[in-house]
């Protein structure tokens, strides 16, 4: 009976090990499956590859992750085709390169060009088969605030049936190459992580690519809708990252750094100073800067560890600092040194 137990332990061990360890594969697809399949309603994604390419290798985690996504979201099959199994039926298809992604409805298709990552993956293919303003739930919610594109979520009163039209026709053609739509009624669960001290209707803005989410509750009018849109298609205050550091230095506005050794800390900083990276949107880039993985930055600004969190702007020729505590009673402090480094690049200019 001992025996039998610690067996019984062991198999328990093993089954969680690899549930939790271990890689699932993506669909296989082979020439008879997909011929099947294409007679299926419905659209579905083919990665053409090569199992031993290693382009392919990296591709296949992120067609797990966004098969994952697609099962919480919609009902897109994702499937891997083994061109070096059937080569005749890949060059049928006018497959030339490895991985190729094309996206099939039936029989017709489009080829997928953008970056192999799951998360515009995701996004590209749910532009084509999501409703214009999509119903938000906690399952397609998890999904869809972790995409490459924000994700405009309206809340509304459900006998608002005004604001939801105008959202809707936005959605169908300004909007439908800047962000994603979504819409909660006021009883809704998400809507206590979003802004529960705003009127509805209102609008919460979130990406994962932006440490704020900005909140709309003005008019409900097209113009103003979209004067909103357009501030936050993109981040309004980025983590900096040694992959655009060199962008921001090229801009040719200031820098706005928000650091800190805490990522808490830096996403509160950023969530009160909001409007006025909204306000000073194209004239300044906003920034928060992990100030332990990225200390080399602080000795050339003047900063030091002990007197974190810290605010500073970097001109082309000046540094303004401000060392307060900037979860307290900063807002005033940092607008107006964001206009005295305005005013220093216009003195310089002339």
């Known amino acids: ?23 699932a594969d993506p669909q296989a697809i ?21 199992p031993w390419f290693e382009p392919c290798k990296s591709l296949n985690a992120e067609l797990v992750h966004a098969e994952e996504s697609f099962g919480k979201t919609s009902k897109v099959d994702v499937y891997e085709f083994d061109c070096s199994k059937e080569e005749r039926f890949c060059s049928s298809l006018e497959v030339l390169s490895f991985p190729t992604i094309r996206i099939f409805n039936q029989r017709k298709w489009t080829r997928y060009r953008g970056r192999q990552k ?30 490459d594109r924000p994700l405009m979520v309206l809340a509304h009163r459900e006998d608002d049936d005004a604001s939801l039209d105008l959202m809707n026709s936005l959605a169908q053609q300004e909007l439908s190459n800047l ?23 209102f609008i919460t803005v979130v990406s994962a690519l932006d440490e704020t989410t900005p909140v709309y509750d003005g008019p409900f009018e097209k113009d103003q809708l979209l004067e909103f849109s357009n501030k936050v298609s993109s981040p309004l205050i980025r983590p900096l990252q040694i992959d655009n550091i060199i962008e921001f230095m090229q801009s040719g506005i200031p820098l706005a750094m928000i650091f800190s050794v805490a990522d808490a800390e830096r996403k509160s900083i950023a969530r009160n100073i909001t409007n006025i990276a909204m306000r000073y949107r194209g004239k300044v880039n906003f920034v928060t800067v992990d100030a332990e993985k990225h200390s080399f930055t602080l000795d050339p600004l003047g900063l030091d ?17 401000l060392n307060r505590d900037l979860n307290k009673n900063s807002h005033d402090a940092i607008e107006e040194l964001i206009q005295q480094s305005l005013r220093s690049v216009k003195l310089n200019v002339q």
């Open 1 to 23: 009976m001992l025996l039998k137990a610690r067996l019984s332990s062991l198999v328990y061990f093993l089954s969680f090990f690899y549930a939790c360890f271990t890689t």
């Open 118 to 147: 799951a998360q515009p993956i995701v996004s590209h293919v749910l532009k084509q088969v999501m409703d214009p303003v999509i119903k938000l739930d906690e399952q397609n919610f998890s999904v869809m605030k972790n995409l």
């Open 30 to 50: 082979n020439a008879k499956g997909f011929e099947e399949r294409s007679l299926t309603q419905g659209i579905f994604i083919v990665a053409f590859c090569m």
């Open 179 to 201: 962000a994603f739509v979504g819409e909660i009624g006021v009883d809704s669960p998400l809507i206590t992580g979003l802004a529960t001290d705003r009127k509805p209707p």
């Open 305 to 321: 560890a002990g007197s974190l969190p810290a605010f500073a702007i970097q001109t082309n020729d000046n540094v303004f600092k």
